[in-house]
């Protein structure tokens, strides 16, 4: 992180000519449990990981926006007044948008100073740990500062999504940015997405020798054009059907009468939600009352909802969770949007190094890709480096 941080500053003045004002970072996050919930107004329970999207960002004396990524060559400019979701494309919408977004919640573009932004980060992109997500709430964070705007993180939160819903297209909740703005070190962020009330609840990782290792598959999601919509619209369909407002209102003993009423797919996308919500409640509890190696099961079980009923699992991710349950994790599921992307699993230290080897033998056995087998650490929210 150091290195990246000094990196980030040196390229900044290299591009722009000049020191930027400060530096801002922002991490992605993996979620425990909860998929699918938080557009169902439902329960999530992600953290922050150690993982960042660092923003250099320095004020000009114009009304210009200049944005620029190591992940990207070029660099993109616009003026403030012409910031609006139809003429922002392609990576630039992600901290174009957060800008725009901005205006829907009071702030004044006319009444601010243009920017230069560079942008450096080592989540990795599209593997479902949300570097969009990171990238959102590093500039949120950034602009709050700079432009002394005072809005809150929930707030920033709801800016971030506005900004992905809408500049970038794609519709996803609001967990993501959520975590990003909320986690905290060795802890987790329990998020009420209706009331979007929200609490940390202390995972005492450290305490019982766990460790949380991510299996990035390499297959790719695409959340704006593949499935996620899809399962979007089925649980809407649910919820319709049912004549609740969202499936959030639904518990796990309304399912027999929503069977009933629903043909056999929709009944299936709406029992992942309403399991998965209750599951997102037990979590929470056991983590409380028993700690984290209790929790494995709710996990397990989690992914299998994902795989049969929401049918967004890949082999590679039941391969991924069926190989670190078989060689001695404590839990483990698919973890993120689906169709691809990362699973995660609960492990002991001590398994740590047959984890590691065995899944790497699976995807080889199988003649998959060879996945990106990592470990991550929950880590403190977005926040002010420099
Ligand atoms: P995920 O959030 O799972 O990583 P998404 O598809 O939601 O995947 O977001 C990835 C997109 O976010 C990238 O394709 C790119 O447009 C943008 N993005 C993420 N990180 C950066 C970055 N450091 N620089 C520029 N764009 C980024
Ligand atoms: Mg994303």
Not at 237 to 263: C, F, I, K, N, T
Not at 345 to 372: T, W
Request: glycine content about 10%; hydrophobic content about 45%.
């Amino acid at each position: 992180m150091t290195d990246l941080r000094t990196d980030t500053l040196d390229t900044f003045a290299e591009i722009f000519g000049r020191r930027a004002d400060g530096l801002w970072s922002a991490p992605g996050r993996v979620n425990l449990i909860g998929e699918h919930t938080d557009y169902n107004e439902g329960f999530v329970l992600p953290f922050a990981i150690n993982r960042r999207t660092l923003v250099a960002l320095g004020l000009r004396d114009d009304r210009k926006a200049r944005v620029g990524s190591s992940f990207a060559d070029e660099l993109v400019e616009i003026d403030l007044s012409e910031l609006s979701p139809e003429n922002l494309s392609g990576w630039s919408a992600y901290p174009l948008g957060l800008a725009w977004a901005l205006t829907e919640f009071g702030v004044d573009l006319d009444a601010v100073p243009g920017f230069d932004i560079l942008i450096d980060s080592n989540v990795p992109v599209g593997a479902g740990l949300s570097s969009s997500a990171a990238i959102e709430c590093a500039v949120a964070v950034a602009l709050n500062d700079a432009w002394q705007l005072g809005l809150d993180r929930p707030t920033l939160a709801r800016v971030g999504q506005r900004a992905e819903n809408v500049a970038v297209g794609a519709p996803t909740g609001i967990m993501d940015q959520s975590a990003s703005l909320l986690g905290q070190a060795d802890a987790a962020v329990f998020l009420d997405c209706r009331s979007l009330v929200s609490e940390v609840v202390p995972l005492g990782l450290e305490a019982a020798g766990l460790e949380i290792v991510i299996i990035d598959t390499g297959v790719e999601h695409a959340h704006a054009t593949g499935g996620y919509a899809e399962r979007r619209a089925s649980c809407e369909e649910g919820a319709r059907v049912l004549g609740v407002e969202s499936l959030r209102d639904v518990s796990v003993a309304d399912l027999d009468r929503a069977r009933d009423l629903l043909d056999d797919v929709t009944f299936r996308r709406v029992r992942h939600v309403v399991t998965e919500n209750q599951r997102v409640l037990d979590t929470v509890r056991t983590l409380r009352e028993q700690g984290p190696t209790a929790i494995g099961e709710l996990l397990d079980a989690s992914h299998v909802s994902m795989r049969d009923d929401f049918e967004i699992s890949v082999p590679e991710l039941d391969l991924a969770v069926e190989t670190a349950q078989a060689n001695g994790a404590i839990g483990a599921r698919m973890t993120g949007g689906g169709f691809g992307g990362s699973a995660i699993a609960l492990v002991p230290s001590e398994n740590l190094s047959r984890v590691f080897v065995a899944i790497d033998g699976a995807f080889a056995e199988n003649g998959f890709g060879q996945p990106d087998v990592f470990t991550v650490t929950p880590s403190e929210g977005a926040k002010r480096e420099d």
